[in-house]
């Protein structure tokens, strides 16, 4: 490209499939960086990873076959891709508080074992706990052999985080111009929480823990997965490189 950077990465977008190019330290988790839609690296690793699961090939979307037959279920899928989708797979983008709902902690019967695939992009750091019941009911979601995508920020070496391990009845509100909750446990006792943290916009993204890597591993063995497998790994010609080994996507299967 004339012009370009000589230490910047020429790359196709696998979403919208522009030319373009970033550098290398501009390639983030979640930092815009696509000069066409503006897609992240964590946007282009979810397509990478779904595409090789179920072609066995890193395409862009527009290169996908035309697979309706193929059921993919999304968690509040990044609209910048899920229109994309649906225009090739049988991709249902489903949300908590609006149709099409799914709750991923107690999803809809109707959909249990009819998944090829389920995307969920940082979307567990927020279930409600326990958030066990959503790596389980991840797994009843999918056929035999069906394929999940799964993101969510995570730490290296340190513990498992979970901010409110006791939430029952709880609201949020505003106190001195800060947030906070309220709970009552199960058992009846009040509690009160602030230094809350949410993530893109306040309300329905409260982060309800941290992972670590061991336990988001332990979660997904305890749920029944197999085929786990976390990926650092750079793919530099769709614009996705890891500037370190946390928070990456993940991938695991249901048993056959």
């Known amino acids: 490209m004339l012009g370009q950077d000589p230490h910047s990465l020429a790359f196709r977008c696998n979403l919208c499939g522009a030319l373009t190019s970033a550098l290398p330290a501009q390639l983030t988790r979640e930092g815009a960086s696509c000069g066409g839609c503006g897609s992240s690296v964590r946007q282009r690793a979810v397509v990478r990873l779904l595409s090789l699961g179920l072609f066995g090939e890193s395409l862009a979307i527009g ?141 329905r993204t409260l982060e309800m823990r941290v992972f670590s890597r061991a336990s988001l591993l332990a979660h997904l063995a305890e749920a029944g997965f197999a085929e786990t497998a976390l990926h650092p790994e750079p793919e530099p010609r769709s614009g996705i490189l890891w500037h370190h080994d946390w928070s990456v996507p993940a991938t695991a299967r249901r048993p056959l």
């Open 63 to 203: 290169d996908f076959p035309l697979r309706p037959d193929l059921t993919v279920l999304d968690l509040s899928g990044a609209e910048i891709y899920a229109r994309r989708l649906a225009g090739k797979l049988g991709y249902v983008n489903t949300f908590l508080h609006r149709e099409p709902r799914l709750d991923i902690a107690a999803p809809d019967p109707s959909w249990l074992g009819r998944c090829d695939a389920l995307v969920s992009s940082d979307v567990f750091e927020h279930v409600a706990p326990p958030v066990a019941a959503a790596f389980t009911s991840a797994l009843r979601l999918l056929r035999p052999g069906g394929l999940l995508v799964l993101t969510v920020p995570f730490t290296r070496d340190g513990p498992h985080a979970e901010h409110f391990p006791e939430l029952h009845d709880f609201r949020i509100a505003e106190e001195d111009g800060r947030r906070v909750l309220f709970n009552r446990t199960a058992d009846g006792r009040r509690q009160r929480f602030g230094d809350l943290v949410f993530h893109g916009g306040e309300g």
